[in-house]
């Protein structure tokens, strides 16, 4: 339930083991500042005024107890992050002092902020919009250079933009349209062909907007990479030379990985996942048997497969054996041990267009195989237009469907319907759109959209 009104708090920085050496509690609503100053004691001669800090102690008023020596910052309303009263409490970090401040807090009547509600409160209040603040979620989860980036695009508002430009001209057609239901005889009628052509400029302006989605999806969760193959082929090694680490195990012995090893790297701004696997084989080892069904699981859940070849070894019945599932699946050759003499390979080079070579002991090929991957996963994929906003899947479930009601209102006119049907699928495009720029909000959408947050968020 969505309640304004109310004065929420919650721990606006990371909450984990280790320590941090800074946490902050955070108060947001009418009675932020009357509850920071019932549980703050800082020199009587310095007065709260707005984004001016104090120092002082926060002091159990029961108790008399002091809790943490502190920094305070009130953001009075409504130049604030939620537009509401905001103090925040800049306390030691680790997880006693911030969790005593905020349970003090709350037992001076805040209640306990949900996940998002700071940032919930600050759309509501009409300080950011909607696409802003799911960018927000999208800023703090980044993992690349490149996702940040994005996601400060949209916070900026350049995603809400476009959409609501869209929007607007929906609404000018609608206007039109309906004038004709209202007022038919007093008006010229309908000009079938321009509105036919002002949808299908709406209609490329949302195709070029959908076609960020899968940029958006690839920068935010990245590319899971699976790397398989014979045993003793070098998959460990190329996982080492291209994480520039030692954390799988090498040795000349075929079936030492026994495990899936992971190791997260970016590459051209895409948070990637690798995954080590065991090498597969038929094998009586009960150990090893469990490891080789957990390379197959890692290979069939992968978003690419890199398969590594022994050069030297070619192509063997156990590459057949493993590649055969594999067949359909987004794959990349990487032949290795390419620094030792090899058989002619050009007739499998010749069925694996996509291969690059790699000495993985000698870290050679590292580039190459990233270029490799960058050019798969880009494939038809990045449009020249809007290379900086992408959306999320949220926002391209609703722009899909306005897109689809937007192609039944052209559908409508070409069967020469009545004015009737064109309005409705109209309207349904500019709800869909609404829904994206937030201008048209249910509250269970809402809840939803922000439950991803985190808490203090
Ligand atoms: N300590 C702290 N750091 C933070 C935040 C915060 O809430 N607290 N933020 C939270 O996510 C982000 C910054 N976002 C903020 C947005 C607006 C205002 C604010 O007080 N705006 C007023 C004053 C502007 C002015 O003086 O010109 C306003 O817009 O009226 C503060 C933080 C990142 N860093
Ligand atoms: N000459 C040469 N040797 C390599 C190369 N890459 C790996 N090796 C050697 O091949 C052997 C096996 O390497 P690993 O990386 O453990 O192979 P793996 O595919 O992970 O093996 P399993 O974990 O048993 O499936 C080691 O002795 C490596 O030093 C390479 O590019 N050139
Ligand atoms: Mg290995």
């Known amino acids: 339930m969505i309640q304004l009104g109310t004065t929420i708090a919650a721990i606006a920085t990371a909450i984990v083991p280790e320590q941090g050496s800074i946490g902050i509690v ?12 019932r549980i703050f004691r800082g020199r009587k001669d ?6 001016q800090v104090l120092y002082g102690h926060v002091v159990d008023p029961n108790s008399q107890t ?20 905001v103090v925040e409490l800049h306390c030691h970090g680790g997880l006693m002092p911030v969790q005593q401040v905020l349970q003090l807090c709350l037992s001076q009547g805040a209640k306990l902020a949900q996940p998002g509600e700071f940032t919930l409160r600050a759309v509501l209040n009409g300080r ?25 695009a949209g916070l900026q508002g350049k995603l809400a933009q476009p959409i609501r430009q869209i929007r607007a001209q929906c609404l000018d057609l609608l206007a039109e349209i309906e004038a004709r239901l209202d007022f038919a005889d007093d008006l010229p009628p309908l000009a079938e062909a321009g509105i036919h052509t002002a949808l299908n400029q709406l209609l490329e302006e949302l195709e070029i907007i959908l076609s ?10 990245g590319l899971k990479v699976a790397i398989v193959g014979r045993p003793n082929v070098g998959k460990s090694s190329l996982l080492n030379a291209w994480s520039r680490t030692d954390r799988a195990i090498v040795t000349d012995l075929p079936g030492t990985t026994r495990d899936v090893v992971e190791s997260s790297l970016v590459v051209g701004g895409i948070p990637i996942q690798v995954l080590d696997t065991a090498g597969m084989r038929d094998t009586e080892d009960q150990v090893e048997k469990i490891g080789v069904e957990r ?16 050069a030297q070894a070619g192509w063997t019945e156990g590459d057949q054996a493993i590649y055969e599932p594999l067949k359909s699946r987004p794959l990349l050759l990487v032949i290795n041990k390419i620094d030792l003499a090899t058989p002619d390979l050009t007739p499998i080079l010749e069925q694996f267009p996509c291969h690059v070579k790699t000495a993985a002991a000698q870290g050679t090929g590292i580039t190459e195989l990233e270029q490799a991957i960058l050019e798969q996963v880009h494939q038809g994929q ?17 722009l899909t469907q306005a897109w689809q009601s937007l192609k039944q209102v052209q559908q409508a006119i070409a069967e020469q319907l009545p004015l009737d049907f064109w309005t409705i699928d109209l309207r349904a495009a500019i709800t869909a759109l609404g829904e994206v720029t937030g201008e048209e909000l249910t509250e269970s959408m809402l809840a939803r959209i922000f439950s991803q947050f985190c808490i203090g968020k």
Not at 46 to 51: I, N, T
Not at 212 to 221: F, K, M, S, V
């Open 212 to 221: 960020t989605a899968n940029r958006g999806e690839l920068l935010r969760t």
């Open 128 to 152: 950011l919009e909607l696409t802003q603040a799911e960018s927000i979620a999208d800023l703090v989860g980044a993992k690349s250079p490149q996702a940040a980036q994005m996601a400060l």
């Open 26 to 37: 955070r108060l947001s609503g009418p009675e932020a500042v009357a509850i920071a100053q």
């Open 66 to 85: 002091v809790i943490d020596e502190v920094l305070l910052l009130p953001m009075l309303a409504p130049r604030s992050y939620t537009k509401e009263d």
């Open 382 to 398: 990045v449009t020249a237009a809007n290379l900086d906003i992408a959306i999320n899947q949220r926002q391209g479930a609703t």
């Open 295 to 310: 390379s197959r699981q890692a290979a069939s859940q992968a978003d690419l497969v890199l398969f590594v070849l022994d």
């Open 46 to 51: 310095r007065a709260w005024s707005s984004h």
